[in-house]
């Protein structure tokens, strides 16, 4: 297949960002803005982020085309996140792209953001199919074994909170700042891990589904007996971690047996998600594990539009494009996408 070249968005919360990635495994322009309009709010507004989009996403667009020495006529498509996420967000995104589509008369691809973190290692590694994903992020945190682009197995998902979501709870207990996890991390280098002992929620019960709200709890009664002083909060930091790496293990290894109780061999494991970005989840997981381990990039860790416009490629190549009346979703679940 010749050289295709796809534009990419991606607004599905509150980072707007804009890709212009081929298939010969190039990024020719990647922008993105990380919004700060939530860092005093200890969370995402959807209002704020969706206004936010609508401020720069024609800028960002209009700079990566020109960063791309392209234009539009010399793309082959154009994709972007259509769900799940902020619904606000997501129609900014997806509403300019169709406009894009619509006047170019290119192909318009609507992208599952789940998929694209999950395929977005491709663009960097010979990973191949059927494969294992840890998706870990701010909004999602599931296993999934992932057998060809659009074709997935759900193996098990959290139950109350995101680990993403976790980390920014934990954070705004300890009077951190948004987002949590980088924080939470930096100051746990200088903590003890074994301080305190959080509950490590449903490590006895079969199955990879997650709690995460139990340590959040635990975590809030603590602090409410402490009178934390700066090494109590890294304490509990390192502690979290601990608490955390010990699940994900726990689960990753139920998951490679429910893979191969459907002899499905597995060879390469994939961690995506802004979560993954955790040096110390990283190093303890690939410690421990005995598969082919892979990690994107940080900066491809959290959300992006390269990500976008690979699984655009993943999805261009297998000829799945979209009707300009597909709906944006803010529920999509990765195992329902169809062609």
């Known amino acids: 297949m010749s050289n295709k070249t796809i534009l990419a968005v991606e607004t599905s919360c509150d980072e707007t960002a804009v890709a212009i990635v081929n298939s010969n495994k190039q990024i020719l322009a990647h922008e993105i803005l990380s919004q700060k309009e939530h860092k005093t709010c200890g ?4 209002e704020v982020a969706s206004r936010a989009h609508m401020n720069h996403l024609s800028n960002l667009i209009e700079s990566a085309i020109e ?20 619904i606000g967000g997501l129609i900014v995104g997806t509403m300019m792209t169709k406009a894009i589509a619509h006047v170019t008369k290119k192909p318009f691809i609507a992208v599952n953001h789940l998929e694209a973190h999950a395929l977005v290692v491709r663009l960097l590694y010979e990973v191949k199919f059927p494969f294992l994903v840890l998706l870990i992020s701010g909004g999602h945190c599931q296993f999934l074994i992932a057998q060809d682009v659009g074709k997935y197995i759900k193996l098990g998902e959290t139950l109350d909170d995101s680990l993403g979501e976790a980390f920014d709870k934990v954070a705004k207990m300890l009077g951190l700042d948004y987002p949590g996890g980088p924080l939470i991390e930096k100051l746990a280098k200088n903590g003890n891990g074994t301080r305190f002992n959080f509950p490590r929620a449903m490590i006895k019960r079969p199955g990879c589904n997650f709690s995460f709200s139990g340590i959040k709890t635990s975590v809030k009664n603590l602090l409410q007996k402490l009178e934390m002083n700066e090494q109590d909060i890294c304490d509990v930091c390192a502690s979290f971690q601990e608490c955390v790496s010990d699940i994900l293990l726990d689960k990753v290894n139920k998951a490679i047996a429910m893979a191969a109780s459907s002899n499905i061999k597995i060879h390469d494991f994939v961690i995506s998600g802004g979560v993954a970005a955790n040096k110390f ?7 421990q594990i005995n598969l082919n381990i892979f990690f994107p990039p940080p900066h491809l860790c959290t959300d992006n539009a390269v990500m976008v416009g690979w699984a655009g490629i993943e999805r261009l190549q297998k000829n799945y494009t979209n009707s300009l009346n597909f709906p944006p979703r803010s529920r999509w679940e990765l195992e329902k996408i169809l062609p």
């Open 43 to 46: 969370g995402v507004i959807p």
């Open 67 to 86: 960063k791309s020495n392209l234009d539009f006529c010399s793309l082959d498509a154009i994709a972007a996140t259509s769900g799940p996420g902020l």
């Open 281 to 287: 989840l990283r190093e303890k997981l690939e410690k």
